[in-house]
C-alpha cells in the first residue's frame, strides 16, 4: 500500500469477509456511534436527533456522506458553523447579559466600541455578551446630562404604563394606529416595580408568533442593565473630556495607522475638498465649550440665549462691565448672493469678509489684563488695523517676553479700549467672521462678542482631544512649515501671529474638513459606520442620523445622513422615532406628525399611519433668517444609527450654566470663597433662575408658550419639585420612547458626566492662582493653592466623571 494513500474499507477491517460470523454488517457510523465513549453524552444524543444516524453529517457540506466514507468534522468548525447559522437564523432574538461578573464601572469608549461592533467594524465586547448580534436592526444612542441612579431608583414612572387611550390593552409596540405619545400617568395596570433579576422571556416578543410585550415587560427589559458608566479624561491632569467627543468620534483602527509613516502617507494621498469658510463657523455651543463670552445671535434657541445672557451679567461680561456685541440679529453669516464672478478666494469666502486677530496683553494695577496692542488682518494678508492701546490703569507688568510690549511703545499712545470697540464695530457685520487662535482671551480683553468666530486650535484639534489644544507656534510649523514667534525674549509679533491664523484658516478651507484631524482624534462615528454595508444582502451601506438641538449639521453632526434640527425635548422623541422608522408611504409607516405650535398645544406626539401627500415633516430651527428647511426624506425602514440628546433635565439642575468666576481682591474674599467652594457637599438641585422654573424642565421650545412646554405628565402634590417634574417628564420621554422602538433595537442611554460646577469653580480658583503667581509674591496671592486646593479638585474631577448608563433591547 503506497504511503498516504486512502484506505479501502476492506483494509479498514469494516467489509463483510471482516466481520465475525453472526454479527451483522456495521459501518463507520454506525461504529463510531455505538463505541464512542461519548455515544451516550447528551450533547451526542441531541447530534444523534438532528442528524437520524448519530453523526454530524449534513449533505453538501464538510463531513457529507460519500457512500461508505465520510470526514468528520472538526469541533472548532463545527461549533463555527453552529453560530453562523444562528446568526443568519431570522427567528433568532438577540440578547444582551454581563458576563460571570457585572462589572462595577464602564468606560464610556466601551459604549461606543459596544456600537462599533453591533453595527461597523468593532471588536466584539468582553464585559458584555451580546447573543446573535447580527440580529440587532438598529442602534439608538440617548445622552441624558442631568441623570444620575438615584433619580432612576427613585422615581415610579418607569413602573407605569404609557397612556394608550384604551384602544391598544397594553400592546405599545403596536405602531400602526394612531397612538398618542403625550406622557400621561394612566392608572397603573401592574404596580408591582420592574424586576432586575429575572431573564428576559424568549417568547415576550417573538416576530414569528407576532406577539407584543407587555408594559411591564418592556419596563423591565428597559431597567434591565443600569451600570455606571465613567466618563473621558485625565485624573493626572485632572480633567474631564468631553462626553459629546467621547461617543461620537471613533478611534482609527490599528491596520489604518503604519509605523512612522502614517503622517507622510496621510498628507501625501489626502484628497482635499474645496470648503466655504463659512462651514467652520462654530456653533454657541462649540464656543461655551470653549469658555467664550457668546452673542446673543449665536443662539438659535432664545432660551439658550437668556441663560447665557444671564451668565454673562453674573460674570461682569455685559455692558454695564463696559462689554460691546457687535450688531448683528442672524444666527448665520450672510452671503453675497449678487456677485456676477467669483474668484478662488470668491469661493471660500462667497462674499464673507472674515478678519484674522491677535492681541497683546498687560497686567494693570487690578491684577487683570488689559489690552495693549490689537492687530487685524484680512483674507488677502493686508493689515487692516494695527494699533497700541492705553490701558485705563497704570501697567503693573509688560509681560514682554510674551507680549513684545515695552514702556517705550506705549509712552505717547492715546488710543483707548473704547476707541479701538467704536473701530471694530464700524466695519464688523453680519458678513463678517472673526479667526483667531484661542480668540476667547483676545475678546475678553477687548470686551467684545461677535457671533461667527473660527477659532484654529478648534478646527485643528489637539492629539488628545479637549479641552487640549495645540499652540499657534506648533501648528504653523506642522502644517505651514512655518517658524514664528522666533523673536525670544523681545516676544510675540500680533501681525505675524494674525497672519500665521489667517493662513491656517486658508488651508484648512483649501483641503476640507478633514484636514488637520485625521491623525487627531481619529473620524466621526457616523462616518465609520456609513462605511460599513448592511447585513441584509442589499449592499446598500448603513445610514445614520443626528437628533439634537440648534443646528446639527455643524460640529460632530456634520457627517451623519441625516440631521434633525428640535427645540424640546418631546421633538428629540418625535425626530428619533422618525430617524427609526422612516418616512414611508402606504399602510403600516410610521409617521411623526408635527403641526406647529398647535400640536404642542396639546402636549401630544402622534405616531400615525399617513401618506407621502399629508407627511409633515419635522423642521429646522426657527429662529434664523432662513426659511424653514424641511429635513431630507428618510427612507422606509428607517436609519441604522442614531444619536440624540435630552436637554431640560440638565437646565432644571443648573448643570448646563457655568459658575460665576472668583472675585478675590482679599483675604477675607478668599476664605468665604473656599467656603463657598467647598465641593463636599453638591448632591442637593440647585436653585434655578425664574426663567428655569417658569419652563419647567424645557429648555428649547421656541416660540411656544411656556405652559405648552413644561410636562408630558400629569402633576402631581409632588411635581412643586422642579427637579422632581423634570425628572419625571425624562422618564416618562425615556419609557415612551423604548416602548415606540422598531423590534430588535439596541438603545443605549448615558448621562455623559455628573455635576461638573465643582470642578470648574476649583478650574478657576487655579487659574487665578497661576495668573496671580506669576507677578504676585507668596503672601500677596488671594489663591495659595496648596495640596488642600489640589485634592479638592481631584476629588471634584473623580466625581464628575461618574455617570450611568442604561442597555436594553427592544
Request: proline share 6%; net charge negative; aromatic share 6%.
Amino acid at each position: 500500500m503506497v504511503v498516504g494513500s486512502k484506505r479501502t474499507a476492506a483494509d479498514a477491517g469494516l467489509s463483510p469477509a471482516g466481520s465475525k460470523p453472526g454479527q451483522p454488517h456495521q459501518n463507520a457510523n454506525d461504529l463510531s456511534t455505538r463505541h464512542s465513549p461519548q455515544a451516550n453524552h447528551p450533547r451526542s444524543l441531541e447530534m444523534q436527533k438532528g442528524s437520524g444516524q448519530g453523526n454530524n453529517l449534513q449533505p453538501g457540506r464538510k463531513g457529507e456522506d460519500q457512500g461508505e466514507w465520510s470526514v468528520a468534522e472538526s469541533k472548532s468548525s463545527r461549533k463555527k458553523r453552529r453560530k453562523i447559522e444562528q446568526d443568519q437564523d431570522p427567528k433568532s432574538e438577540p440578547s444582551i447579559a454581563f458576563l460571570d461578573t457585572k462589572p462595577a464601572r464602564v468606560q464610556l469608549k466601551a459604549l461606543q466600541d459596544l456600537v462599533l461592533y453591533v453595527l461597523a467594524d468593532g471588536v466584539a465586547p468582553t464585559w458584555l455578551a451580546v447573543k446573535n448580534v447580527r440580529q440587532i436592526e438598529k442602534v439608538v444612542v440617548l445622552m441624558i446630562p442631568g441623570l444620575d441612579r438615584d433619580l432612576i431608583e427613585k422615581s415610579d414612572i418607569l413602573t407605569k404604563p404609557t397612556n394608550d387611550g384604551g384602544s391598544h390593552s397594553g400592546a405599545a409596540g403596536d405602531l400602526n394606529p394612531k397612538v398618542a405619545l403625550n406622557g400621561q400617568d394612566s392608572t397603573a395596570e401592574d404596580s408591582t416595580g420592574p424586576s432586575t433579576t429575572c431573564p428576559p422571556s424568549e417568547e415576550t416578543n417573538s416576530p414569528a408568533t407576532g406577539g407584543t410585550p407587555s408594559q411591564h415587560e418592556l419596563t423591565r427589559r428597559l431597567l434591565q442593565h443600569v451600570f455606571e458608566v465613567k466618563a473621558p479624561g485625565d485624573s493626572r491632569a485632572n480633567r474631564v473630556h468631553s462626553p459629546l467627543q467621547g461617543m461620537l468620534i471613533a478611534p482609527l483602527r490599528e491596520k489604518d495607522k503604519s509605523e512612522g509613516t502614517y503622517t507622510n502617507k496621510y498628507e501625501k494621498y489626502f484628497q482635499s475638498n474645496r470648503t466655504s469658510i463659512s462651514a467652520f463657523v462654530h456653533s454657541a455651543e462649540e464656543l461655551r465649550e470653549a469658555e467664550y463670552p457668546v452673542h446673543q445671535a449665536a443662539f438659535t434657541d432664545p432660551k439658550d440665549a437668556q441663560l447665557e445672557k444671564t451668565r454673562r451679567k453674573q460674570t461682569f461680561q455685559s455692558s454695564s462691565a463696559g462689554w460691546v456685541d457687535t450688531d448683528v440679529s442672524v444666527s448665520e453669516p450672510s452671503t453675497n448672493s449678487n456677485t456676477s464672478s467669483r474668484s478662488d478666494d470668491d469661493a471660500l469666502t462667497q462674499g464673507l469678509k472674515p478678519y484674522a486677530v491677535d492681541c497683546e496683553m498687560v497686567l494693570t494695577e487690578d491684577d487683570k489684563h488689559s489690552l495693549a496692542r490689537i492687530s487685524v488682518v484680512d483674507w488677502h494678508g493686508k493689515t487692516v488695523m494695527d494699533k497700541y492701546v492705553k490701558p485705563a490703569l497704570p501697567i503693573k507688568n509688560y509681560f514682554t517676553q510674551y507680549s513684545g510690549i515695552t514702556p517705550q511703545h506705549l509712552e505717547n499712545v492715546t488710543t483707548t479700549l473704547e476707541d479701538i470697540q467704536k473701530d471694530l464695530l464700524g466695519f464688523l457685520g453680519k458678513d463678517s467672521i472673526l479667526l483667531g487662535h484661542s480668540l476667547e482671551s483676545d475678546l475678553n480683553a477687548l470686551k467684545l462678542t461677535h457671533p461667527f468666530i473660527v477659532d484654529t486650535s478648534i478646527i485643528y484639534p489637539h492629539p488628545r482631544g479637549l479641552p487640549l489644544r495645540s499652540s499657534l507656534k506648533f501648528l504653523a510649523n506642522k502644517y505651514l512649515k512655518r517658524e514664528i514667534q522666533k523673536a525670544g525674549a523681545d516676544g510675540h509679533d500680533s501681525v505675524e501671529d494674525a497672519r500665521a491664523v489667517l493662513d491656517l484658516v486658508r488651508l484648512k478651507c483649501e483641503r476640507g474638513p478633514k484636514w488637520g484631524t485625521q491623525d487627531a482624534n481619529g473620524e466621526s462615528i457616523f462616518r465609520r459606520i456609513g462605511r460599513c454595508v448592511r447585513p441584509d444582502g442589499s449592499g446598500k451601506l448603513r445610514q445614520t442620523a443626528i437628533v439634537e438641538y440648534g443646528t446639527p449639521e455643524r460640529g460632530f453632526g456634520k457627517d451623519a445622513t441625516y440631521k434633525i434640527a428640535c427645540n424640546s425635548d418631546d421633538e428629540i422623541v418625535q425626530g428619533i422615532l422618525r430617524a427609526a422608522h422612516g418616512d414611508g408611504v402606504g399602510d403600516g409607516t410610521l409617521e411623526v406628525n408635527e403641526d406647529g405650535n398647535d400640536s404642542q398645544q396639546n402636549q401630544n406626539t402622534d405616531i400615525a399611519t399617513t401618506t407621502a401627500q399629508d407627511h409633515n415633516e419635522i423642521k429646522t430651527s426657527t429662529t434664523t433668517d432662513k426659511p424653514c428647511q424641511a429635513a431630507p426624506k428618510i427612507p422606509p425602514g428607517g436609519v441604522d444609527f442614531i444619536w440624540g440628546r435630552f436637554r431640560d433635565l440638565e437646565a432644571v439642575r443648573g448643570w448646563n450654566t457655568p459658575p460665576a468666576p472668583p472675585a478675590l481682591d482679599s483675604k477675607d474674599n478668599q476664605n468665604d470663597n473656599k467656603n463657598t467652594n467647598d465641593i463636599s457637599h453638591h448632591d442637593e438641585a440647585p436653585t434655578t433662575t425664574t426663567n428655569e422654573a417658569d419652563t419647567g424642565t424645557s429648555i428649547g421650545t421656541g416660540d411656544k408658550d411656556k405652559e405648552n412646554s413644561t410636562s408630558t405628565s400629569t402633576p402631581t402634590s409632588s411635581d412643586s419639585d422642579p427637579l422632581h417634574v423634570a425628572a419625571t417628564n425624562t422618564l416618562t420621554r425615556l419609557r415612551n420612547l423604548f416602548a415606540y422602538l422598531p423590534p430588535r433595537t439596541l438603545l443605549v442611554v448615558y448621562s455623559g458626566t455628573a455635576d461638573m460646577r465643582p470642578v470648574l469653580e476649583m478650574q478657576q480658583l487655579h487659574a487665578q492662582y497661576r495668573r496671580e503667581f506669576k507677578v504676585k509674591k507668596w503672601d500677596e496671592l488671594s489663591v495659595q493653592w496648596t495640596d488642600v486646593e489640589e485634592q479638592k479638585l481631584r476629588g471634584a474631577v473623580e466625581r464628575a466623571r461618574r455617570g450611568v448608563g442604561i442597555l436594553a433591547i427592544r
